[in-house]
């Protein structure tokens, strides 16, 4: 939440959410990696169908606290996203409550200052 999307621990949350991508996927194949607006970002191609790879970045997103603050989007060859819907699965719950992320913050159920919060603690384990 907010502008500042470089929060002291984001490096070192990617160097492990990359780490934990590459153990899923040895083969994956980097085409780029850099930092913008958002933060950092890497851009893979994974030889295995686009439904597979989104199971298992679920997984990667759930596997650790911090995890959940990185959005693992994929795409198929036709640049198509695969979602949680697609997949019959529930929309991404709300870093406050287990709400969908995104009617919490369509309807600001939460002050902003407890989201950002909760974002400080979770990159807590990831500062130097």
Avoid: W
Wanted: glycine fraction near 6%; aromatic fraction near 8%; include cysteine.
């Amino acid at each position: 939440p907010g502008a500042d999307k470089a929060l002291p621990g984001t490096e070192r949350l990617f160097s492990a959410l990359c780490e934990t991508f590459h153990a899923s996927f040895p083969q994956a194949c980097v085409l780029e990696a850099d930092n913008d607006v958002l933060g950092p970002f890497a851009l893979f191609q994974v030889p295995a169908t686009p439904e597979a790879v989104k199971r298992a970045c679920l997984g990667i997103e759930s596997a650790q606290p911090a995890f959940r603050l990185a959005d693992l989007d994929v795409y198929t060859p036709d640049e198509q996203q695969i979602g949680r819907g697609e997949l019959g699965l529930a929309r991404r719950t709300c870093l406050l409550c287990s709400e969908p992320a995104v009617d919490c913050m369509r309807l600001r159920t939460h002050d902003f200052a407890a989201l950002v919060n909760r974002v400080h603690e979770l990159l807590t384990p990831y500062r130097t």
